[in-house]
């Protein structure tokens, strides 16, 4: 094993430092990524016992009601339809859908890829949308200024009230694209509706986060404000945006269960919680792994974008902010 | 021709506002070509100002600047200076040896070329090893010589420079003069130069200008005849008899 100083020549110094740190690094990384995956197990396995808990001790106290009358009148019930055992749950994904092949988990499976694709589209169209707005609004303060608060109060219109919205007029209105229109489409514009906003707001702060000193040095360049862009503004705006996705993600994924659910498009998750909820009576644990895998797909999608920040920054060598 | 000309320059910063600021009054300065001239004064008497009106980042209330016979505004678009900032101001997102090449490449030069001369440059602030570590790994000093040596990559044929070894220890300070003081005999480069330390300034410089404060005015100019600079001009008799005439003038416009 060579020691690194013990070597002369700088050069070969250097890259035995590089491989030395950047085998420390993959180590770190390693490590972070460990203790991540135990807190999460842990923290299924809190969640678990406090639904354990409630569930036993409200199924204690039920039927005491005409005597102590807070379990029943004002805490929800704990009764095996109300919070079906853990064990059921689980079940429930094993067994098949009444009338269909298949256990429900592969079902799921398949409608969350769909609630997914319509994230997905909704997010990179949002996400192109609000970087655009971020650059219209830092190229000019009077854009700025007029903009903004129509942006905020864009957000303002209530999802549940758009929803049905959007799907009716991309069933009657919109065939001016080449493809055909499809409902789900409709429902991403939902995601796009709650991805730019985050994109454009916190964009802007990044694109105007440069020191007062950096932009001068470029200025001191003669560096126009396209080159500006590019070199300074965006790079800087970067661990901005990366806040931003995060945010917008999961709610792209929110937007769009409640999107199917509001809309009645059918296919994804949503429509599958709406459907599990209407026939609860006979199987309460089929609503509750639906909901569990809506969660799981938000958890997840956080997580994609949080790796990808971790990659993008890092090998910038700074850090993430929130 | 002068190197850089300020003729009757004055700047009022918010003029007609409550905060109006009088930062510079009516100064008159001509540059020689190939001079090292070093601006001292007490903090706040516009010594920033007055490089950032040459460099053409603020222009002036009333007056004018050439720098090589063209206004100033012009030879920064046509760049003909390189600044050090009082603050390093590196891009965090870029390594050592980019962060060294940013103005080559906004200049259009081919990647070759670019890591040749950051290389060269890395050399030359004595940090070849951290081309690829990012500024944050550096300590203060070390992220001001990457400051300068951005300055120095396209060798611009005047150099401004803002209390760039401030953040130095005193081994680096000397040593930093010295590679300047080389740098400025090998390229003939004309440097305008802020500090608040007065043997820096006198074994730098051509002429030491004095300013003083409120507003910013020039009180004097002390001309540093040391002849050819070497190890032993610090302790040159001559040196010692410029820094006591740059602190007498310092004392005087401080009221002391
Ligand atoms: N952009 C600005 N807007 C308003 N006032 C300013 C601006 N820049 C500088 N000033 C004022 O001009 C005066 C001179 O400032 P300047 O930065 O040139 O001083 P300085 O001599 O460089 O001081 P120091 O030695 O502390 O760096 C100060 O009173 C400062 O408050
Ligand atoms: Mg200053």
């Given at each position: 094993m060579t020691s690194v100083t013990g070597t002369a020549d700088p050069l070969v110094r250097a890259q035995l430092l590089r491989e030395q740190s950047a085998r420390a690094d993959r180590r770190a990384t390693a490590g972070r990524v460990t203790r991540q995956v135990v807190v999460f197990g842990l923290f299924m396995v809190a969640i678990a016992a406090v639904y354990i808990s409630y569930k036993a001790f409200g199924a204690a106290f039920d039927h005491e009601q005409h005597t102590w009358r807070i379990i029943g009148s004002y805490l929800p019930r704990s009764d095996d339809l109300n919070m079906p055992p853990i064990p059921d749950i689980f079940g429930a994904l094993t067994d098949p859908l009444p009338g269909e092949s298949g256990s429900m988990a592969g079902t799921l499976f398949g409608e969350a890829l769909f609630t997914l694709r319509e994230t997905v589209a909704g997010f990179v169209v949002g996400v192109v949308l609000g970087l655009t707005l971020a650059i219209a609004l830092a190229r000019s303060s009077f854009l700025e200024r007029g903009l903004t608060p129509y942006i905020v109060a864009s957000q303002t219109i209530p999802l549940i009230a758009i929803a049905p919205l959007v799907v009716i007029w991309g069933r009657k209105n919109i065939d001016f694209f080449p493809w055909?229109?499809?409902?789900?489409?409709?429902?991403?514009?939902?995601?796009t509706y709650l991805t730019f906003f985050p994109v454009a707001i916190n964009g802007l702060r990044g694109l105007k986060s440069p020191r007062p000193e950096n932009l001068e040095l470029m200025e001191s360049y003669a560096a126009g404000w396209t080159p500006t862009l590019w070199r300074l503004r965006f790079p800087a705006s970067l661990p901005y945006l990366f806040a931003a996705f995060k945010l917008a993600a999961t709610a792209s994924v929110i937007g769009a269960i409640v999107g199917e659910i509001s809309a009645g498009v059918g296919g994804g998750l949503g429509r599958r919680i709406l459907s599990e909820a209407l026939r609860y009576s006979t199987g309460p644990g089929r609503l509750y792994a639906s909901v569990a895998f809506a969660a799981l797909l938000g958890i997840g999608v956080f997580l994609v974008i949080?790796?990808?920040?971790?990659?993008?920054l890092r090998s910038q060598g700074r850090k993430a902010i929130t | 021709m002068s190197a850089v000309e300020i003729r009757n320059v004055s700047k009022i910063f918010n003029r007609g506002r409550a905060n109006e600021v009088h930062a510079i009054d009516d100064v008159d300065l001509a540059i020689e070509s190939g001079e090292f001239v070093t601006l001292i004064g007490p903090s706040g008497c516009g010594k920033s100002t007055l490089l950032r009106l040459v460099a053409s980042l603020l222009s002036p209330s009333e007056g004018a600047i050439t720098v090589a016979g063209k206004?100033?505004?012009?030879?920064?678009?046509?760049?003909?200076?390189?600044?050090?900032?009082?603050?390093?101001?590196?891009?965090?997102?870029?390594?050592?040896?980019?962060?060294?090449?940013?103005?080559?490449?906004?200049?259009?030069w081919n990647r070759a070329d670019r890591r040749r001369r950051s290389a060269e440059m890395l050399e030359l602030v004595k940090l070849p090893e951290f081309g690829d570590?990012?500024?944050?790994?550096?300590?203060?000093?070390?992220?001001?010589?990457?400051?300068?040596?951005?300055?120095?990559?396209?060798?611009?044929?005047?150099?401004?420079?803002?209390?760039?070894?401030?953040?130095?220890?005193?081994?680096?300070?000397?040593?930093?003069q010295t590679e300047l003081l080389r740098i400025w005999e090998e390229t003939a480069t004309t440097v305008v130069f802020v500090t608040h330390s007065i043997?820096?300034?006198?074994?730098?410089?051509?002429?030491?200008?004095?300013?003083?404060?409120?507003?910013?005015?020039?009180?004097?100019?002390?001309?540093?005849?040391?002849?050819?600079?070497?190890?032993?001009?610090?302790?040159?008799?001559?040196f010692f008899k410029g820094v006591t005439r740059v602190r007498e003038a310092l004392r005087a416009v401080e009221g002391l």
């Open positions: 055909e229109w499809k409902d789900w489409m409709s429902v991403s514009i939902i995601a949080t790796a990808v920040e971790q990659l993008v | 206004s100033a505004e012009q030879a920064r678009l046509d760049q003909d200076y390189g600044m050090a900032f009082q603050r390093a101001g590196l891009f965090e997102w870029r390594t050592v040896a980019k962060n060294i090449e940013l103005p080559l490449e906004l200049m259009g570590h990012h500024p944050a790994e550096l300590s203060g000093g070390m992220q001001q010589r990457i400051a300068i040596a951005r300055s120095l990559a396209f060798n611009p044929s005047l150099l401004l420079m803002d209390e760039p070894f401030g953040a130095l220890d005193e081994m680096t300070r000397e040593h930093m043997p820096e300034a006198v074994i730098l410089s051509n002429r030491v200008v004095v300013m003083s404060p409120r507003p910013g005015k020039i009180s004097e100019i002390i001309p540093i005849d040391l002849g050819e600079r070497s190890d032993d001009t610090r302790e040159d008799p001559e």
